[in-house]
């Protein structure tokens, strides 16, 4: 088993398309060292959040790539990501001898999943159709493939890997595809956790498409930047260009600070 250290990986990280993108280098350097020694057809893979991008992104670069069961945590793949492309060129699977066994696909969501909901949500609404929502909402025109999103939890970005119970489930699946669509009573829930269909608690779903509109995407970006420029030349025409200079640099500072550690 291959657990790869990317590093702490950042909203600001995240939200760069071209930092985000290089970590792609990283995973597919890793699957090939992999693959020089290891069976492919033995491949399996679990990721969160950035980690399903990178092995998304791989995927679609490198079409003899190739994992037998895919598992995705608080995913930040778009919702109309092309499962169906990749079932049929044979790169979710296994071959056993001279058969080729289709594999499967466990997407878990948290329903106030803010970094998927708002962040990824708005990073679409600027023109990154790389990124989506699904690890909220759920995957679109996914009907005949052996994809499971049963499990759509109450809380955030961490809500499928919380409890021991849930990750030796989650073991079991990427080991031998057992339980890949069996509840537990606690995860069944209320109608609203298991629902594929699901979109998340009504003010927390409408925010995420709100965010996501391109007019309010932009605008919300434009407006910072706007309020924040005209808040430094009432500062710099009251106590000096040197006071507006330095509450600039200690704002900047303090956003990037912010977005560093989040």
Same mark, same amino acid.
């Given at each position: 088993?291959?657990?790869?250290?990317?590093?702490?990986?950042?909203?600001?990280?995240?939200?760069?398309? #071209?930092?985000?993108?290089?970590?792609?280098?990283?995973?597919?350097?890793?699957?090939?060292?992999?693959?020089?020694?290891?069976?492919?057809?033995?491949?399996?893979?679990?990721?969160?959040?950035?980690?399903?991008?990178?092995?998304?992104?791989?995927?679609?670069?490198?079409?003899?790539?190739?994992?037998?069961?895919?598992?995705?945590?608080?995913?930040?793949?778009?919702?109309?990501?092309?499962?169906?492309?990749?079932?049929?060129?044979?790169?979710?699977?296994?071959?056993?001898?001279?058969?080729?066994?289709?594999?499967?696909?466990?997407?878990?969501?948290?329903?106030?999943?803010?970094?998927?909901?708002?962040?990824?949500?708005?990073?679409?609404?600027?023109?990154?159709?790389?990124?989506?929502?699904?690890?909220?909402?759920?995957?679109?025109?996914?009907?005949?493939?052996?994809?499971?999103?049963?499990?759509? +939890?109450?809380?955030?970005?961490?809500?499928?890997?919380?409890?021991?119970?849930?990750?030796?489930?989650?073991?079991?699946?990427?080991?031998?595809?057992?339980?890949?669509?069996?509840?537990?009573?606690?995860?069944?829930?209320?109608?609203?956790?298991?629902?594929?269909?699901?979109?998340?608690?009504?003010?927390?779903?409408?925010?995420?498409?709100?965010? #996501?509109?391109?007019?309010?995407?932009?605008?919300?970006?434009?407006?910072?930047?706007?309020?924040?420029?005209?808040?430094?030349?009432?500062?710099?025409?009251?106590?000096?260009?040197?006071?507006?200079?330095?509450?600039?640099?200690?704002?900047?500072?303090?956003?990037?600070?912010? +977005?560093?550690?989040?």
């Amino acid at each position: 088993m291959l657990s790869p250290d990317t590093g702490y990986f950042t909203a600001m990280d995240f939200a760069l398309p #071209g930092t985000r993108r290089r970590k792609v280098h990283e995973f597919l350097e890793l699957y090939g060292d992999a693959y020089a020694s290891r069976d492919p057809d033995g491949f399996v893979f679990a990721g969160h959040s950035n980690g399903t991008y990178m092995m998304a992104q791989s995927l679609g670069r490198v079409p003899a790539m190739r994992f037998d069961r895919i598992y995705l945590a608080g995913t930040v793949l778009p919702r109309r990501f092309d499962w169906d492309r990749l079932f049929r060129d044979g790169q979710i699977g296994r071959w056993n001898g001279s058969t080729w066994e289709p594999g499967t696909v466990r997407s878990d969501r948290g329903v106030t999943d803010v970094p998927v909901g708002l962040l990824c949500s708005w990073l679409r609404g600027l023109g990154s159709p790389d990124v989506g929502t699904a690890g909220v909402f759920g995957f679109e025109h996914t009907a005949g493939l052996p994809i499971d999103e049963a499990r759509t +939890l109450h809380g955030g970005h961490g809500a499928p890997l919380e409890r021991p119970e849930q990750l030796e489930r989650i073991a079991a699946y990427l080991a031998t595809g057992a339980e890949a669509s069996v509840l537990t009573q606690d995860e069944k829930g209320p109608p609203e956790r298991r629902s594929e269909t699901v979109a998340g608690p009504a003010p927390f779903g409408l925010v995420s498409r709100f965010v #996501g509109l391109p007019p309010v995407a932009w605008g919300g970006l434009v407006g910072v930047g706007v309020l924040g420029a005209a808040g430094l030349v009432r500062l710099g025409r009251a106590r000096g260009a040197g006071a507006a200079i330095g509450t600039g640099v200690g704002a900047v500072t303090l956003a990037w600070a912010f +977005l560093r550690s989040i």
